[in-house]
Nanobody, 122 residues
Framework: QVQLVGSGGGSVQAGGSLRLSCVASGLAHQYRCMGWFRQAPGKEREGVAAIYTGSGSTYYADSVKGRFTISHDNAKNTLYLQMNSLNPEDTAMYYC???????????????WGQGTQVTVSS
């Protein structure tokens, strides 16, 4: 069983920053790709960022390139997403997720956690 516990969400004003964290346990170590996707009410799921924990290769959606940074602490088995220059369009529930492929096709991860809410006000 894969366990992913995300945290760090909150409410910020446009231009602000947040750092999301995700602690992975259980069978999560079987999945070399860790990442984040988000979903806003009434919108489709959107892949945000992914990292291949073996090589450290990173992948970003065009909408967040240059603003978000994904990283992984192997010793702590913790995934991070540093989000800078946030804007209201970034408002969504953010989910920590894993998969075998990086990024997975259509950013459809195999397993994900409970989500953490990010709200950006203008």
């Amino acid at each position: 069983q894969v366990q992913l516990v995300g945290s760090g969400g909150g409410s910020v004003q446009a231009g602000g920053s947040l750092r999301l964290s995700c602690v992975a346990s259980g069978l999560a170590h079987q999945y070399r790709c860790m990442g984040w996707f988000r979903q806003a009410p009434g919108k489709e799921r959107e892949g945000v960022a992914a990292i291949y924990t073996g090589s450290g290769s990173t992948y970003y959606a065009d909408s967040v390139k240059g603003r978000f940074t994904i990283s992984h602490d192997n010793a702590k088995n913790t995934l991070y997403l540093q989000m800078n220059s946030l804007n209201p369009e970034d408002t969504a529930m953010y989910y920590c997720a894993v998969d075998l492929r990086c990024p997975p096709p259509q950013w459809n991860f195999r397993a994900w956690g409970q989500g953490t809410q990010v709200t950006v006000s203008s």
